[in-house]
């Protein structure tokens, strides 16, 4: 079964960097097949609770089947952007204790050509992490600009061949729609003039895509300030990503809120609102070398995590 497929990554390094308190209040932000939650839920007292939310209506169906019973439990089907949404409705803005980012995409996503992330088996070029909503990598791929397909490449793929590649893809578009993962990835190999060692040349291109389609970073970038109002005072954010932008967005965003806002020259002393509202802990972790034999997708995992300082907390949507 695919829930029994699904490795959750850093999984005891996550726990110990939220500091699990049996009692307490902690988010999984990205539930996926729920491996992180589980490990959270089995630290926790009948008086603890774990909020869940994904986006994927198969994932959310999987959680309530294996949760029903437990009423320390719920889900919430929705986007990162529905985060502090999610808290304020249930009264508990300032006062979670954990919140926890695996980001990027779930064993069960990938292994299921059906979703289309991923060119190892055929399948209909979708990549919706929702597949309700949107628009899919198919429909966008048929009838993006040309610039737009180079400029999503490079900045999302880090692809250096993002022109080659465009172009590649609106010849082969010309004749026939490009409508499955194994077309596209067949289109980005002839694109693409060297191979980067043990990786196959049309992965820069299928994350691009992906991360385009499902609007990853934006989420992100519009979660990681309402994470950080909601918890509670000594509360822990941690993040676990895949790639560069991912880890660079995160790291940044902790980097700012852990040094304040910069206080106007003329004020005789600095307000609350200008305050750290993080303290950074520890260095970045990485999997060891026997996770990485054991679960190869977690070889470009690392974890990040802070704590909310005491600065006062703000308001609903603050």
Same mark, same amino acid.
């Given at each position: ?14 726990? &110990? ?17 729920? /491996? ?67 980001? /990027? ?15 190892? &088996? ?103 300030? &309402? ?62 070398? &026997? ?28």
């Amino acid at each position: 079964m695919e829930e029994e497929q699904h490795v959750p990554v850093l999984l005891e390094e996550a726990l &110990q960097a939220l500091d699990v308190r049996p009692d307490g209040v902690y988010v999984d932000a990205t539930y996926g097949r729920g /491996g992180h939650a589980r490990g959270i839920l089995t630290r926790l007292s009948a008086q603890g609770r774990v909020l869940a939310l994904d986006r994927d209506p198969q994932a959310c169906a999987a959680a309530r089947m294996e949760f029903a019973g437990d009423a320390r439990f719920s889900i919430t089907k929705g986007s990162f952007s529905m985060l502090g949404e999610m808290i304020d409705g249930r009264g508990l803005t300032g006062r979670v204790d954990g919140i926890l980012f695996d980001l /990027g995409v779930s064993s069960p996503q990938l292994d299921d050509p059906r979703r289309g992330f991923s060119f190892r &088996q055929d399948g209909p070029l979708d990549m919706r992490m929702d597949p309700e909503t949107g628009e899919s990598a198919a429909a966008w791929l048929n009838r993006a600009p040309e610039p737009e397909l180079e400029r999503v490449i490079r900045e999302y793929g880090e692809e250096r061949f993002a022109r080659r590649v465009a172009r590649t893809i609106v010849r082969a578009r010309a004749e026939h729609p490009i409508e499955t993962t194994f077309q596209l990835a067949d289109i980005v190999r002839r694109a693409v003039p060297t191979r980067e060692r043990g990786k196959d040349p049309a992965t820069r291109t299928f994350q691009a895509i992906r991360i385009f389609v499902n609007r990853e970073l934006e989420e992100l970038e519009r979660a990681l300030p &309402q994470a950080v109002r909601t918890l509670a005072p000594r509360g822990r954010l941690v993040a676990i990503s895949f790639h560069s932008l991912e880890d660079r967005l995160v790291k940044r965003f902790m980097r700012a809120e852990a040094k304040g806002g910069e206080t106007p020259p003329d004020l005789p002393f600095a307000p609350a609102a200008f305050a750290p509202r993080l303290r950074l802990l520890g260095k970045p972790v990485r999997p060891g070398a &026997q996770e990485e034999r054991d679960n190869p997708r977690a070889r470009s995992a690392v974890l990040r995590a802070a704590e909310r300082t005491d600065a006062e907390t703000g308001g609903p949507h603050a």
